[in-house]
């Protein structure tokens, strides 16, 4: 009886804890894209995609303010569609993927703007430098996936989330040129890890 009563309450503490660290839901690769964009010196606007990020969301759905996000995202899976530009952009002179392998985003703060919209305050580590960045996301769904009927794959919890930031390339010591704010757009869609 004693044994029982033992299990029981490292069971409930168990489930007490994870209550208290919230759900966590874990980005699905196919349907996570991570674009960016800048000016080519004013003469026309060029894009950008990182094909391969990894991102970790622990849901506290009691107190939004106290979930956190961390992102990681593979330098060398950018792709602009034109490899001569894709090689100079993973080279030394601008995110050097060589020696910087990794881009990380992880949150210090989330402010609730609206019933679906967030700022998403966090550090960015690009080329080795760390910045503070805001990230204004905006919840595009949350609950049982609608494809989950079908395939079995999407059963579960499901979030999806869209999200914006501008950042200055060269407060990262990214590229020789000023080429204006380079802007981020981010859409994905996450699973609740069971």
Do not use: C
């Not at 107190?63 to 490899?83: C, M, Q």
């Not at 080279?91 to 392998?101: G, R, S």
């Not at 080329?127 to 204004?136: E, R, S």
């Amino acid at each position: 009886m004693g044994v029982f009563k033992t299990a029981l309450t490292t069971a409930a503490l168990a489930l007490a804890a994870t209550a208290s660290f919230g759900q966590e839901f874990k980005t699905d690769q196919g349907h996570t894209e991570v674009f960016f964009g800048w000016s080519h010196a004013g003469v026309s606007r060029q894009n950008g995609e990182f094909t391969k990020a990894e991102g970790t969301l622990v849901l506290d759905a009691g107190n939004l303010e106290a979930s956190t996000l961390r992102v990681v995202i593979d330098a060398d899976s950018l792709s602009s569609g034109f490899g001569p530009l894709d090689d100079h952009l993973k080279a030394a002179d601008f995110l050097d993927v060589a020696t910087y392998p990794e881009i990380t985003f992880v949150s210090t703060a989330i402010n609730q703007t609206s019933d679906t919209t967030a700022d998403v305050t966090g550090d960015l580590t690009i080329h080795g430098v760390t910045q503070p960045v805001v990230l204004a996301t905006t919840l595009t769904h949350q609950g049982e996936h609608p494809l989950g009927g079908v395939l079995d794959y999407y059963k579960g919890e499901w979030l999806g989330f869209s999200a914006t930031a501008e950042i200055d390339h060269t407060a990262f010591n990214v590229g020789p040129f000023n080429t204006g704010p380079i802007t981020i757009d981010i859409n994905t869609e996450m699973k609740a890890v069971e």
